[in-house]
């Protein structure tokens, strides 16, 4: 991630201190406008196309799938560029921190979740990932001007939108304020589409329906949902707006081929198996297939 620091006017710090469900702009010094884009209500942001080709690089960027096949819709990190002539989505760690930005957060320890004696918490799949803890307002305003700058950041850049990642915190760590998980993922919809940036769900099956429908999501972008027998909670809330990441050994762990994850009635239009580091195509280890 590459902006640390946020413009956020007095008057919007005072709003998300008052608010359960605030949302924050950047001050004059960003070129993001405001939007307060109601639930339900469609945003002027562009949706990615539900066929083509589509590819996960938060490994490394490259332009060409095997085979040499151009992409259509492509996922990428926010220190990335995006693709040209592809619609382009933005990855961003929105509620724990990335392994190689500690710096970001060096003096920011309230807004980390502690455990009952005070410890810092990590994220036991994600050991050197720190888990953000947008319980109160004055957290979820603390977060927002270190990670909002990353999100405009990402329109700047020319990307179509941006996936928010880790959104199920609250339902892995006890201590995290449900609402409070809502509020900063309400928040950051907002700022996105105030950007002109579509917003992914990342995961999170079980509050499909609450994502879209009233914190605002667009589009989602889903992990091993064939592995885990839950795409339908996906494809039935946001249609063929979902993009469908599967891994060799999640499947075989389900005892599942692609095959079988491509002839599912559930699946979604842009499924693809990758590799589970997403390493790039010319390197070892490189996985790609398409349904």
């Known amino acids: 991630m590459r902006r640390t620091t946020a413009v956020l006017t007095p008057v919007c710090t005072a709003v998300l201190a008052l608010t359960a469900l605030g949302a924050c702009a950047p001050g004059p010094a960003?070129?993001?406008a405001s939007s307060a884009t109601a639930p339900g209500t469609p945003p002027e942001v562009s949706l990615p196309p539900t066929s083509g080709t589509f590819d996960y690089q938060l490994g490394r960027a490259y332009d060409e799938v095997a085979g040499a096949t151009s992409i259509d819709v492509v996922v990428r990190d926010a220190t990335a560029d995006p693709l040209p002539g592809a619609?382009?989505?933005?990855?961003?760690?929105?509620?724990?921190?990335q392994p190689d930005q500690a710096d970001l957060w060096a003096d920011r320890e309230e807004l980390l979740l502690h455990d009952?004696?005070?410890?810092?918490?990590v994220d036991p799949d994600w050991p050197d990932?720190?888990?953000l803890d947008p319980s109160t307002a004055d957290q979820r305003a603390g977060i927002l001007e270190v990670l909002g700058p990353v999100v405009t950041g990402c329109a700047e850049d020319g990307f179509d939108a941006v996936e928010l990642d880790n959104l199920d915190t609250w339902t892995r760590f006890d201590q995290i304020d449900e609402a409070?998980?809502?509020a900063l993922a309400?928040?950051?919809?907002?700022?996105?589409h105030g950007a002109g940036l579509a917003v992914a769900q990342k995961n999170a099956a079980?509050?499909?329906?609450?994502a879209h429908d009233e914190l605002g999501f667009d589009l989602a972008v889903t992990e091993e949902c064939a592995a885990w027998d839950e795409c339908a909670a996906y494809t039935d809330v946001y249609?063929?707006?979902v993009l469908q990441v599967e891994y060799p050994d999640a499947l075989d762990d389900a005892g599942l081929t692609f095959e079988d994850v491509c002839a599912r009635d559930d699946r979604a239009p842009l499924t693809i198996l990758r590799d589970r580091d997403l390493v790039a195509a010319d390197e070892g280890g490189y996985v790609y297939d398409a349904c």
């Open 30 to 32: 960003s070129s993001a």
């Open 87 to 97: 619609y382009s989505v933005c990855y961003v760690n929105g509620f724990q921190t």
């Open 116 to 121: 009952a004696d005070g410890d810092l918490v």
């Open 129 to 131: 990932e720190h888990v």
């Open 180 to 182: 409070g998980a809502y």
């Open 186 to 192: 309400r928040a950051y919809v907002d700022l996105a």
């Open 206 to 210: 079980e509050i499909t329906r609450v």
């Open 239 to 241: 249609g063929d707006r």
